[in-house]
């Protein structure tokens, strides 16, 4: 996660947050505190629904939404989206906002040049006619007192607010006055802008403070921010393949992987995996399987190295006390296990599942719903995606475990790759 919104409305968290989203960034806004945003997703932004509550209500509400995330190591970019003629709680909220996340300062750009909303000498404007001389100053849920946002702000906040106007901003001095007052005090800081540019300016300045401050606006400001800021640099992840088949195609296909370089091997032991002292081994496969995936190789989790391990099945049985059936399940289970362990852990960009009963337990483990298919690698091979699973949206090739050619790993393998070039 790299930036974390937060809005007090639906239609405002939804009017900020596509202004990301079609940037490339992955945009998810949250209805409720408890759910749980997708393990990839570059923005989240949560609504409060907190326009219209009292003052403290709201206030709690921005600290009880955004102290998770602040509690983490990385502290993402906070974002405080507030209504663009300023209705609500916006001082409240914003103070609350710099205390929950430990910022010293806020910058408050509310201006959406665009779409007649701006702020000149520190005032907001609605195409061109002052806040209070609007229809909304009589708002029938959070009415406003004033055009001077300043003054707005102090309505619910003894913090400091200062103002940066036009001629200051366009002569490239917001960024110096920014870490002036940062040095000072706790503040605010309210800065005019009457067009996409100036906006432009802002977010620039903003990206040149360390820490970065608590960034105040609406839709405006977030289309002005530079991609950097709120998204992760698009790179190829390494694909993690299970297969758990012990077919001779299966063998033959992961040995053309391994000859060409395309991968890396995590060999499975499957008679450990099944004692008693199955959890060590879990342990083992999920550290070496990490470790290929951090350093960016694709990996491969396999349970079979030699068609003479076909023979030593029956004694495998024996040995654990199960029938064949009994073993399967076992197996599958844990292999499924370990798949959820491993991508707790490391990021991938896609799955390649190979032995039905593999699939499925690896299905089961990431808890899920059914697989949605959206295209076909090889024939009968197809790619589709996880329907509501610990995995997101991300590929996953299933495939029979006595199908394909010798190239299909090394097939698939390109086929996810290419899926990330955008080709």
């Not at 009292?54 to 955004?66: C, D, F, H, K």
């Not at 088949?245 to 370089?261: D, F, H, K, N, P």
């Not at 039905?356 to 995606?385: F, H, K, M, N």
């Amino acid at each position: 996660m790299k930036m974390i919104v937060i809005a007090d409305d639906f239609t405002g968290a939804n009017d900020t947050g596509v202004q990301l989203a079609k940037k490339g960034a992955r945009t998810e806004v949250m209805l409720r505190n408890a759910q749980k945003p997708s393990r990839h997703a570059d923005v989240l932004i949560i609504n409060t629904e907190s326009r219209a509550m009292p003052a403290e209500q709201a206030a709690e509400s921005v600290r009880r939404a955004l102290r998770p995330w602040c509690e983490t190591a990385t502290l993402p970019l906070v974002y405080k989206k507030i209504d663009s003629t300023f209705r609500g709680n916006v001082g409240v909220e914003v103070v609350a906002a710099m205390q929950t996340s430990g910022r010293r300062l806020a910058v408050i750009a509310a201006a959406i040049p665009s779409a007649g909303r701006t702020t000149q000498d520190g005032h907001c404007l609605v195409n061109g006619v002052p806040l209070l001389d609007t229809e909304f100053a009589s708002d029938p849920k959070t009415p406003i007192t004033s055009s001077r946002i300043a003054g707005l702000v102090a309505l619910q906040s003894d913090m400091p607010v200062h103002e940066v106007h036009l001629a200051d901003l366009r002569r490239g001095r917001l960024s110096a006055l920014l870490s002036g007052w940062a040095a000072e005090a706790e503040c605010m800081v309210v800065v005019d802008a009457v067009e996409d540019r100036d906006l432009m300016l802002i977010a620039q300045a903003l990206s040149e403070q360390t820490p970065l401050p608590l960034m105040v606006g609406a839709a405006g400001l977030a289309n002005a921010l530079p991609v950097s800021l709120f998204m992760h640099e698009q790179q190829a992840l390494p694909v993690l393949v299970v297969a758990g088949s012990m077919s001779e195609a299966t063998r033959r296909q992961v040995e053309r992987a391994l000859c060409q370089g395309r991968a890396q091997v995590v060999d499975i032991d499957v008679s450990r995996l099944v004692s008693s002292s199955y959890a060590l081994e879990i342990a083992s496969v999920t550290e070496q399987a990490c470790a290929q995936l951090s350093r960016q190789h694709h990996t491969i989790l396999r349970t079979s190295r030699s068609a003479e391990e076909r023979q030593h099945i029956d004694a495998l049985c024996a040995s654990s006390g199960m029938n064949r059936q009994q073993l399967g399940d076992v197996l599958s289970q844990r292999i499924g296990a370990i798949t959820l362990k491993i991508l707790a852990q490391a990021r991938v960009g896609g799955l390649f599942l190979t032995g039905g009963d593999i699939a499925t337990a690896v299905a089961t483990a990431l808890g899920a719903e059914g697989y949605r298919i959206q295209s076909e690698v090889a024939p009968c091979i197809p790619c589709g995606t996880f329907i509501n699973s610990e995995l997101d949206d991300l590929p996953v090739i299933t495939k029979a475990g006595g199908f394909g050619s010798d190239s299909t790993l090394c097939d698939a393998l390109y086929y996810i790759e290419e899926m990330y070039s955008g080709h």
